[in-house]
DNA sequence: TGACGTAGCTAAATCCATTTAGCATCAGTC
DNA sequence: GACTGATGCTAAATGGATTTAGCTACGTCA
């Protein structure tokens, strides 16, 4: 029979209820209780009546097994165990971390041996709420996490509080930790001048209403290298979330109010599809009447229709950089780098190379 | 400064390096090393020199803080906390899981109370090797879990091994486990009959070649209702795995063979969107020329060109069901059902309709 | 000289669950 | 009646880190 555990009906705030408790409570000693609680009843030979004594006496209690009291006394002391992390935020987009977590457990894998194990595991926070997120400034949940996808409350709370274990943060630069991040605006200046090449003279840009620090990075460079190169400034299209729906209404809300576009930088995937959705259904070609560029994250871009130009996609590579990386924190390496700047890859495809051809084409 | 923490230069199988090992290194207490490992010096009023001692010999023996005991010491009494975790596999569609974690943090932030506290990860595991992923035996781990996208190697596993604590299976059927999957047969079944809806006379099923219990069921339920309706079995196209280029090639491969058809049910998303890229290349409408019928797990579904019908999906609703029976299970209830069957909606888009429409056309 | 303070450290208790060795008790056997 | 064996339970040690109360040695001041 399976374990099951109670909570207690009345929420005060008494202890909580340990092996000690059931043991006063049914008139035995805890030597009993845990056997059978940990279903060891039948080699240690308790009773039927008592184990059904127990047993009941702990649901109705609301029995709760300390985890950290069972992990200390099962502990092989031959073997040294990691616990690491990755935290992110709900909002996510969730290939990301995965692409993440699976390079992580490649180099776990590689790293377990008889006498070292290693637990890895996703965890999540609110958007902006790190802060609260239980177990984030205590000492005694990881060896080591890896941090991305946080909004500026959260590096702001990270800046001033000093995590008691190694830490390294993906995809933004955050005073006093390690961190892996895009190479400053590369994708925002890149993304503006594949567009202006493709001939667009009303680029725009399409983000959502939270911007992390990357989104943030990409949105301002576009903005700033379209003004240097056109002196004009680009129409900036907001959409409420980051999922193609939201993606879709920013930029029919945008033709609807009278804007004009020739080439769009949709500074996630997910708002690209959506993009493109409003694009078609209102007759606009692209990359004919419309250029589009995305970034290339997840290997959907390439199956857009037309294929999505992407100019951005670096996770492979900043995870690629920030695995090895916290190892060697954990390791207590002392000379661990600062600051790792990756340069995403570019892929020019059809939402923006026919056009391009066209240009020549219309110019040769 | 923050802590760091080495590992040992030899890997011999010596017994991990304790606090107690370090304080008899130095020469010191123990409780001496505890302040400085945990940055407490300063309120502690140890010697610099003292500090910078231990930290060196902390480094050169390679010490690593055990968890537990940390944790175990830290533990406020009037807390009780619940470890909490979603099991799946590195092969899974992350963003169901993503859905997974959502619903269950969203009922973990409602039961958090100051005396109750929850812990929630995603953590992975091999596809086929779940057995083998440190600590699923122990009951030291988890206080209960919902484990999804397993192989038949795992659900054997499970079957036989009962884990030590709470578990929700997620997708499948396993004895003597509570499990949440979709109503058997109904997604095959269904895609069938939209397609022959539609007028397909050769209905095909392209899948995966690691079928999961429900891929399997889907297209076990396919191939029969097709022979049931139609007398003749439909052509099956494997795929070498579950990411577009994959199912592309699949349908390439097939059409390379003189395969023929005119309709198609992809078991995964992701297959689909590979489906469609080599159906266009080849010159072929959707759904004039072929229909196709997918899975509706998450959004994109909506925003392919044309839309995809779908026929599946159900895992909004299975998490739904899966968390409040998680939260049954923990708190010892006896009455939680055995299996919940939960029926997926179905959306009929372009894909096929266009398609239907054309039928009645032709027919009226 | 003695009272007092402080810097620097330690002994011992504590957190919770598990396990091993062993103590009673009782039934059955020669 | 002494012995054996099984049954049902308990005392006490254990795992690793942290913290509190307190000890020692040294310096300061009256």
Redesign the pocket.
Known sequence: MRQTFGVPSKSGSK?????????EHV?????????V??N??VE????????LLIREAAAELG?????????????K?ATRQFDLAILTSFQAPLPLVGQALHALQRAVDVQTTKDTRYAVAIEMFHAGRLREKPGVLD??RYHGVIITNTLPEDDQFLAQAKLPYPVVILGRRIPGYCCVLEAPDFVGRHSAEVLLEAGCREPAVLHGRLLTHTTSDRLGAFIRTVRERTGREPAVLVSDGLQPPQGAAAVEAFFVQGGKLDGLFAVTDSLAIGAYQTLKRSGRQIPHDVAVVGVGDNEMAEYFDPPLTTVAGANDAMVAEAVPLLFRMLRGERDAPREVLVVPPVFERESTLKRKAEQRGERG
Chains 1, 2 share one sequence.
Not at 15 to 23: R, S
Not at 27 to 35: F, N, Q
């Open positions: 202890p909580a209820v340990t092996i000690y408790e059931i043991a008139g035995m000693s805890p030597a009993t209780v845990s056997s609680l940990a060891r009843h240690r030979r308790i009773a039927a009546d008592t184990v029995y709760v097994p300390n985890m950290a009291g069972r992990r200390l006394r099962a502990h002391s000492a005694d």
